[in-house]
């Protein structure tokens, strides 16, 4: 049940909140965290991609663009408990993506970024995919959220998915706040959530301009199925995939009008990024990582590379580029610092990277090493928080092997490949992961072999049977809700 504070100690909180100096910041800044779906690293125009993107483009002139930006892990659900609640999803129980008929979700015992900011006394919404539970204590409402619109789970989990067998899926359903709106989601409806998503965006900016406020605008796309409004219909020149990139692109576009409209633009902290790389197995319906290696679904760097824009004037440099290590999971605790919240109780793994985001001189990442675990509990690699070199740990995963992707909403084929023994990988150099250089430097494979040691005994690996001493239990539905 969310609580109400009486409205002498709201006051009392948002006096204190605009008195409050965070890195001689006055008033608390908003905060908009846009979060889109399978967009690939070189998708946006800042980062080379072929399409137009004119408002990515500018929010990236007018703020600093990450390059070395990742997700802890390359799928829906564990990359959205990471950013919400600042830990690895594996520390809080969430594994891969969870299915409509998932008995579990993310425990409300988390504090996620929106508990975190009404603790200072924002508004807080959301429009979009959440991911993290489709059962009414593990929605939106329950984690600190004021509203929501938008779908519980993947907009490909759904009855008319080409590649759904019959029966695989029950209707997907729109959801405002607690309830059901649309029952069944249809492709008419599914060709207006990017618009819908940002109707209630701009919305929300509208009434709430007058207090601090948090909002996470979650895109559906570009998952497949990709779908479009008329709008942007046909209008890229490059295929359906671009229409859908371009509706993203005025979606931002829209959000910075909203912001710019009530004079809120130049104190508001605005974040663009993905959620894990691109779905390479669609082909003419997926995105590029660039020069990067893989895609969605591997710990290769096509996977876990995403692209980042941040913007706040007066507080990140207009114009600038950094290639700092940087992850989704440090974003709760910088922010925390921001807006002078306390850290949640229990323990998460990000750290406050304030320096390093804001390009203070000889600022270094209070991290040794950044883990990525995928599939069941499988640490697959880790990269030094410099950035510089990557251990690639024995596993399994997925390929093209080089072949073309499917087209017209229909996959390709993976296989599988091996990584039979430890590569180490020099990211300054090699950062497509072409060159394993293990053999020629056996004291760096060592400490970052040791460092993966330290892993396993925090959060398990069940590549070698460890069981984590520090991971938590979602959260699991209660008999009332069976």
Known sequence: MRTCLPTLALA?????????????????PNVIVIFADDLGYADIGPFGSRYATPHLDRLAREGRTFTHFHVSQPVCSASRASLLTGSYSNRVGIHGA?????????SPEE?????MFKQRGYATGMAGKWHLGHHREFLPLRHGFDEYLGLP???????????????????????ENDRVIEPEVTPDLQAQLTTRYTERTVSFIDRHRDRPFFF???????????????????????????????EIDWSVGQVMAALERHGLADRTLVIFTSDNGPWLSYGDHAGSAGQFREGKGTSWEG?????????????LAAGTETDAMLMTIDLLPTLAGRIGAPLPRLPIDGRDVWPLLSGQSGARNPHDAYFFWYANNELQALITADGHWKLVLPHRYRTLAGKPGGRGGIPANYVQHQVGRPQLYNLEADPGEASDVAANHPD???????LAEVARNELGDSLTQRVGSGTRAPGRISARSK
Not at 12 to 28: D, K, M, R, V, Y
């Open 98 to 106: 969870l299915s409509p008929r998932a008995q579990h979700g993310l």
């Open 12 to 28: 009392l909180l948002l006096l204190a909140a605009s008195a409050f100096g965070a890195g001689g910041i006055s008033p608390l």
């Open 153 to 175: 789970y993947s907009n490909d989990m759904w009855p008319h998915h080409p590649q759904a067998k019959p029966g695989t899926y029950p209707p997907l359903p729109l959801l």
């Open 216 to 246: 996470y605008l979650a895109h559906s796309m570009p998952h497949v199925p990709l779908f479009v409004s008329d709008k942007f219909k046909g209008k890229s020149g490059a295929g359906l995939y671009g229409d859908v990139i371009q």
């Open 444 to 450: 760096v494979l060592a400490r970052l072999l040791a």
């Open 111 to 115: 504090v996620t970024l929106a508990r």
């Open 303 to 315: 996977g876990t590379r995403v692209p980042c824009i941040m913007r706040w004037p007066g507080q």
